[in-house]
């Protein structure tokens, strides 16, 4: 078979996920669907003019279509004026929020970067207060435990404790990312309780579906802007 011939194969041989080029170029062009203020003072006009002169339609009720569309119109140009404008504000809250970066935030269990330069810190919501508190510092890595920390009774309310870094050999614990495991003496029973861990933030994103500002923290944990109740420095 020539070229030529092979060129001009009807699109009827090719396969259905195939377009051939003059299919395309000799496509009438697809018209605009959406009814504009032209198209709609067309449409009224041809109304006017096909009207029945037995059963004319009242003025009453053109005034009435005029006015519905006048209203769709505005309700439409006011929906893209608002998508552009949550649009510009997100972009406007991203850079806003980077200067979060390099603070303090707490989050609930999650882990942290330590470099044997700073202490860690969590903090555990005791509502009824608790007769004992323990805390495991565990190595995210591996899950090895490297510290005990056992507390005394604790009132209702946050209660703050601080790692210094050592392990239960009283050996600088290694640089890397460990996580709080707590649990507490409530009522007369054990019970495992939520931790919420002093992280530092390293980055800020925005969500792609929904606009929102989010917030990663040490270990790679993200967490929505406004979940966030306390940073400091």
């Known amino acids: 078979m020539a070229i030529a011939d092979t060129l001009t194969t009807s699109s009827s041989l090719l396969g259905s996920s195939v377009t051939r080029y003059e299919d395309v170029a000799n496509a009438a062009p697809k018209q605009n669907e959406a009814m504009g203020q032209q198209e709609f003072l067309t449409l009224f006009t041809a109304q006017l003019q096909n009207q029945n002169p037995l059963d004319p339609v009242k003025n009453e009720a053109f005034v009435a279509q005029l006015a519905q569309f006048s209203q769709l119109e505005a309700l439409t140009g006011m929906k893209a004026s608002l998508d552009n404008f949550v649009g510009s504000m997100s972009s406007e809250r991203l850079l806003g929020s980077a200067s979060l970066i390099g603070k303090k935030v707490a989050v609930a269990n999650t882990a942290f970067d330590y470099s044997g330069q700073t202490e ?88 792609a579906q929904d606009n929102s500002i989010q917030v990663e923290v040490d270990g790679g944990t993200t967490l929505a802007l406004d979940d966030v109740l306390r940073i400091a420095q």
Request: glycine share 10%; hydrophobic share 45%.
């Open 120 to 207: 860690s810190k969590g903090v555990i919501a005791l509502p009824e207060g608790a007769s004992g508190v323990g805390v495991q510092v565990i190595n995210a890595a591996n899950g090895q435990v490297v510290r005990n920390l056992i507390y005394g009774p604790q009132t209702p309310g946050d209660f703050t404790f601080t790692w210094d870094g050592f392990d239960d050999n009283d050996a600088l614990a290694a640089d890397a990312s460990y996580r709080f495991v707590a649990s507490a003496v409530v009522n007369g029973s054990t019970q495992d309780v939520p931790v919420n861990t002093v992280a530092t933030i390293r980055a800020i994103l925005r969500n």
